[in-house]
């Protein structure tokens, strides 16, 4: 039981051990804090996090509501755009959210919030590399530099606008010709349409999202003195007398001092009873896996028209994309993958043996209207750290940090690097 009892050192219960809860827990636990991690899943990052896309994009932060989109809107809920799908519904909440989704669209909110992300992008960059400086942790991370692609001059003309406003604020990203782009990266020379160039983020990473909260969950429990509750689920939260008390579906009880809600897109049903509304959509993706193919790029690549995302990941190679928003059902619908794997196939055919790709995979983006995940302490017990859609692998290592920073303080009690 996390309980403060006599022991001076706050107890903090935090709920949902995906990327964010584990990476939360670790900047808690290192500032002195006593923490129980609760997930119903027997491992930790088998929800959203298990399979996701694996690129840690520190600096491909623009949001995805952007002046572009309105004229789209109705295409999108119509189904026209394969990438990307809005579901027709009436439900109050989802209405609410795709309005407040569209008040963001504007250029100079698109502006603000691409730029707050990209600050909270080169936090998580610093706070990994402390991370893993401290820690030997093996999750396939490399620094292999990430590559946008782009087909249409007019597109790689805005992009250059939006690299020269990342650069004012301290990102560091070039744009590439054909030439270049295909020195740099020869095996994109298999495509059937060159690229006309492509941004390049030298800085960029990739690593196993899954592997990465396996292995700092028990850093966390050996070197920490985390309580790891695994195939625990959490099926009520209220703060009485000044303590969080959390019920689980065995009939226990947990108390604590503080209580950290990092459930993903499942937080949204905790959220009406704290006053923070309907700020949470899930938005479906799909990837698969597969053997390396005969020619695969070594950087994470990005195709921009057509939203898929690849990479290798410790000898294999990740497929990622789609978006389907308002939809938070996660069974494998046929269609869509076999429209993933051709498309992947389209576009760089010889990276992956695709005949021999592994099952398919979905997730729920925990969206918020802005891109912008809600880290904050609600009230004296109460801190949600979520709606980091489609950027959670990405930032949870900086918002952890700025969670901790509003729970406990920047200086704390520091424990460990
Ligand atoms: C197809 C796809 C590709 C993506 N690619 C990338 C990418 O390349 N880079 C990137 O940065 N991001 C990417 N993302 C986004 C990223 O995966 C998510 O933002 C991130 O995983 C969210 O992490 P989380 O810890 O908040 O949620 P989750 O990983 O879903 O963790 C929440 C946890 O809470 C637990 N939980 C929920 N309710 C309860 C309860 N009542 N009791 C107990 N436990 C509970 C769940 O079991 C789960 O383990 C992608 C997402 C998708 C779908």
Redesign the pocket.
């Known amino acids: 039981m996390a309980d403060s009892g006599s022991d001076k050192a706050l107890s903090v219960i935090v709920?949902?051990?995906?990327?964010?809860?584990v990476a939360t827990a670790y900047a808690l636990a290192r500032r002195g804090a006593r923490v129980t991690l609760?997930?119903?899943?027997q491992q930790p990052?088998?929800?959203?996090?298990f399979a996701?896309?694996?690129?840690?994009?520190y600096l491909y932060t623009d949001a995805l509501a952007n002046p572009g989109i309105l004229k789209r809107v109705p295409g999108l809920l119509l189904g026209l755009e394969p990438a990307f799908r809005l579901k027709p519904s009436l439900d109050p909440a989802y209405l609410w959210w795709l309005l407040q989704f569209l008040r963001n669209a504007t250029p100079g909110r698109f502006r603000a919030n691409t730029l707050a992300g990209l600050q909270l992008g080169l936090e998580s960059r610093s706070a990994m590399a402390a991370l893993l400086a401290a820690h030997s942790l093996d999750f396939g991370h490399s620094a292999s530099g990430k590559l946008h692609l782009h087909d249409s001059s007019v597109g790689l003309a805005e992009a250059a606008k939006l690299v020269e406003l990342k650069r004012r604020h301290g990102g560091q990203q070039e744009i590439l010709g054909t030439a270049e782009l295909l020195t740099l990266e020869p095996a994109l020379r298999s495509r059937a349409v060159v690229p006309v160039g492509a941004v390049y983020t030298p800085q960029d990473a990739v690593g196993d999202?899954f592997r990465f909260c396996v292995g700092l969950l028990d850093v966390l429990v050996r070197s920490f003195g985390v309580a790891a509750r695994l195939g625990?689920?959490?099926t009520g939260m209220e703060l009485r007398k000044g303590q969080a008390v959390v019920r689980l579906n065995e009939g226990e009880t947990l108390t604590a001092d503080e209580l950290v809600i990092?459930?993903?897109?499942?937080s949204g049903r905790w959220l009406a009873t704290y006053g923070l509304g309907s700020s949470l959509q899930p938005m479906k993706?799909?990837?698969f896996t597969a053997p390396l193919g005969v020619d695969c790029p070594v950087s994470s690549i990005t195709d921009v028209a057509r939203k898929l995302?690849f990479c290798q990941l410790q000898g294999r190679v990740r497929v990622?994309?789609l978006a389907e928003l308002g939809t938070a059902d996660r069974t494998v619908a046929a269609k869509r993958f076999d429209y993933l794997l051709a498309t992947a196939r389209d576009i760089l055919p010889l990276a992956a043996d695709y005949a021999a790709a592994g099952e398919p995979w979905t997730?729920?983006?925990?969206m918020t209207p802005s891109s912008l995940p809600i880290v904050r302490r609600v009230r004296p017990g109460l801190s949600v750290n979520?709606g980091?859609?489609?950027?959670?692998?990405?930032?949870?290592m900086g918002s952890a940090e700025r969670l901790a920073n509003a729970m406990l303080g920047v200086a704390g009690q520091q424990r460990g690097p």
């Open positions: 709920v949902g051990a995906g990327v964010v809860g609760i997930d119903r899943e990052g088998r929800g959203t996090s996701n896309g694996a690129q840690l994009s999202p625990t689920i959490v990092c459930a993903g897109a499942e993706g799909y990837s995302v990622a994309g997730g729920l983006r925990p979520i980091h859609g489609m950027l959670g692998w990405t930032f949870a």
